[in-house]
């Protein structure tokens, strides 16, 4: 286990928000462009909790681009994670167009218009404490350009802070992609590697690197930049954790005509595209038309 892991006494804690009528404050958009990420309170009912649960079955077998069920050696839980199901399952789609989420995120990016990226639900069932999950940057693995993508990461469960998710509070600040990392053994490279990339910084034995985290409530959201270098550990818990996310767009994203996973992709995009088609539809704001 890494000292960041075991030293969770030294995490400092992410700056968090009431909502009042579903309202961003300014506080809290600074607050997310300084360190990278914020928590936003009570951001859902349990009525909108309840229906993602009733979709997560459907998401767990068959309905997702991309699905992924392991266990890992020395577990009795596993670890699950299904990608980009909101077009076959309801009520992943009942929440995303019909919720607040959409108007919670569109503030944070500061941008004309916003598109979904892609749905994704995480699970790590009790006691699948060697699941855990590398610091990584969203943005490694991402066929795009642009800095414009946020995370709004919704908790299902209540989640203590030993096994919450930890932020390299500012790595996002840079705007500079590294490599990706493999979830599955660190050694080894992932996927779609570019091995042109710098790799990740040793975060776990930087001293002067501040880590940023807090205990979360169902209903609690989190909203990251899709540069800020992230990572959590596996459960310890005797039930789940788990977590519905949402993944957004803005302005200044274009889409590039590399390898990645099959829920980032688009065969209907070139390169230099705006995000923004039937897999990757608009959802609030509106395209800018061209002169001429």
Known sequence: ????????????????????????????????????????????????????????????????????????????????????????????????????????????????????????????????????????????????????????????????QFTALRFYRGSHNAKIVYRAVNFEDEAADYLHVRKERLEPPDIDHDSNIEVLSTEMNPGDMLVWNSYIFHSAPGNTLDRRRAAFSTNWAGDDVTFDEVPALETYLDSKLKTGDRLISEKFPLVRGAIPQTAG
């Open 1 to 160: 286990m890494s000292k960041v892991q075991q030293n969770s006494s030294k995490f400092q804690q992410v700056s968090e928000f009431q909502l009042t009528d579903c309202v961003i404050s300014e506080n809290a958009i600074s607050a997310y462009k300084e360190d990278g990420v914020v928590c936003l309170r009570n951001a859902f009912s349990q009525d909108w909790l309840d229906v993602i649960e009733q979709g997560i079955s459907q998401a767990l077998t068959g309905a997702s681009e991309n699905l992924d069920i392991v266990k890992k050696s020395g577990d009795y839980g596993r670890f699950s994670v299904s990608s980009q199901a909101w077009k076959k399952v309801g009520p992943f789609r009942e929440f995303i167009f019909e919720s607040h989420i959409a108007d919670l995120a569109w503030p944070f990016l500061e941008s004309r218009y916003m598109s979904l990226f892609y749905d994704f639900l995480l699970i790590k069932e009790a006691d699948s404490k060697n699941a855990a999950t590398p610091w990584h940057q969203d943005h490694s693995y991402y066929p795009l350009r642009g800095t414009k993508v946020i995370n709004c990461w919704v908790a299902l469960d209540h989640i203590p």
